[in-house]
């Protein structure tokens, strides 16, 4: 079978009003990248993962943002730790379906990094 990424929400050109993230480290993010002019998109694509005996998708990753200038998807993943091995399975698991796809994750000392890097240290890093 063919993985097909899967298109399900506006871009941040399209959307009426801005997106609902699902963490304050997205959105400091978010405000990171558009202090510095660069265009992205929140969670632009499912990618489906793993599927049932009838075809129906069961699992799938959605990369917080993507960066269309970039031709990247950027994860983060600031939250808990136990939630990190899961994460890095499904990465996993994206990088053999969709091996042209690129992907970058920020691990929370990653995220605190480059928030200390531009100034930003505190803000979203929870």
Do not use: C
Not at 29 to 57: Q, T
Not at 79 to 102: A, G, H, M
Request: glycine share 4%; net charge positive; no cysteine.
């Amino acid at each position: 079978m063919t993985a097909t990424p899967v298109e399900i929400r506006k871009t941040q050109d399209e959307a009426p009003s801005p997106p609902r993230f699902a963490h304050a480290s997205e959105q400091e993010f978010a405000r990171l990248l558009d202090f510095y002019g660069i265009r992205w998109e929140y969670e632009p694509r499912s990618f489906p993962l793993e599927w049932d005996a009838e075809g129906r998708v069961v699992e799938s990753f959605n990369p917080d943002f993507y960066l269309p200038d970039f031709d990247l998807y950027i994860e983060l993943t600031t939250l808990k730790q136990s939630l990190v091995t899961k994460k890095n399975r499904k990465v996993r698991r994206l990088r053999e379906l969709y091996p042209d796809v690129r992907l970058k994750i920020f691990y929370g000392r990653d995220y605190r990094s480059l928030l200390f890097k531009y100034g930003l240290a505190g803000a979203g890093a929870r």
